[in-house]
């Protein structure tokens, strides 16, 4: 019988937080839906994790990968291994918050858009915070500019088949490109009001975030995207290129690319960088 929702789920040397992230599956107020989990080639076992929630789904499928070749890589395993009408991916470290998928699937925004995507929580070593969401329309035009979705869509599989996945080549930046071509492909997604996903980044408090991964994927979407982007579109991706490497803007950068209307944006992560924690909304359920 086909599923209404498959949910995907690649993992990597984590077998604790995969527990705690199929735990937060087994409490949605939907139940209609199965669960697609592929090992990255992982050194440690995943046996006690993977047979403890072997019956706690109505479809559970595990696959392996025999060596690692990256989260890209399995998603799109798991994309093609997937018999559900709708598709959303959930990351080994992070969480559904219980009405998740019920809300998607039952949103009369899904016969209307693209894609839905929702508000999320983020919980660092400071406590748990919410995270600004704008609802409404998630345009191509807006898309442009920054990652307005962030890392999860709920969408159509075949959507998601059809415009190619996630593309492999990319260290990072992987998620804004695949959300870029859904709406190239399929036309404007959706941002719901409520907040259903729980991003876990305790665990990499300390990290140095300005990786050349991170460097290597903003200037692969560049590349890969420039025939579509203008000017102004460009110079807006150079400063979200920082922001999301928490790295120190410089001056020469900062004139180089500047615009009237990126000020607010720039002024604002000037101040969170001189102001740890800014404007940080602890969240209480």
């Known amino acids: 019988m086909n599923k209404s929702i498959s949910v995907y789920i690649p993992t990597c040397n984590r077998p604790g937080m995969l527990d705690r992230a199929l735990a937060s599956l087994t409490r949605q107020s939907y139940r209609n839906f199965q669960v697609l989990v592929c090992n990255d080639g992982s050194r440690c076992s ?16 595990y696959v392996e990968n025999a060596f690692p070749r990256g989260a890209c890589f399995s998603r799109n395993r798991l994309i093609h291994l997937a018999d559900g009408e709708y598709i959303t991916g959930l990351d080994d470290d992070d969480e559904f918050l219980d009405s998740r998928l019920e809300t998607f699937i039952n949103s009369p925004c899904l016969q209307q858009y693209a894609f839905l995507c929702a508000g999320h929580l983020t919980r660092t070593s400071r406590g748990l915070f919410r995270q600004p969401s704008r609802p409404g329309p998630v345009t191509l035009h807006a898309m442009l500019s920054r990652n307005l979705v962030g890392n999860q869509v709920f969408t159509p599989t075949e959507y998601l088949r059809r415009c190619g996945g996630f593309d492999e080549d990319f260290p990072a930046w992987q998620d804004y490109d695949t959300w870029l ?50 000017s102004g579109n460009i110079r807006s991706l150079y400063f979200q290129d920082i922001i999301n490497r928490n790295d120190r803007l410089s001056w020469p950068g900062v004139i180089e690319h500047f615009s009237l209307p990126l000020l607010p944006m720039i002024l604002k992560y000037q101040l969170k960088k001189m102001v740890p924690g800014l404007k940080e909304k602890i969240y209480k359920a």
């Open 46 to 61: 995943y046996a006690e994790v993977i047979e403890k929630y072997r019956g706690q789904f109505m479809d559970f499928q």
């Open 181 to 230: 071509r859904l709406s190239l492909w399929y036309g404007d997604g959706y941002m719901l009001p409520e907040y259903t996903y729980q991003m876990n980044v305790d665990h990499e408090d300390g990290r140095i975030s300005s990786s050349w991964k991170a460097r290597r994927g903003y200037e692969l979407f560049v590349n890969k995207h420039r025939e579509i982007l203008s």
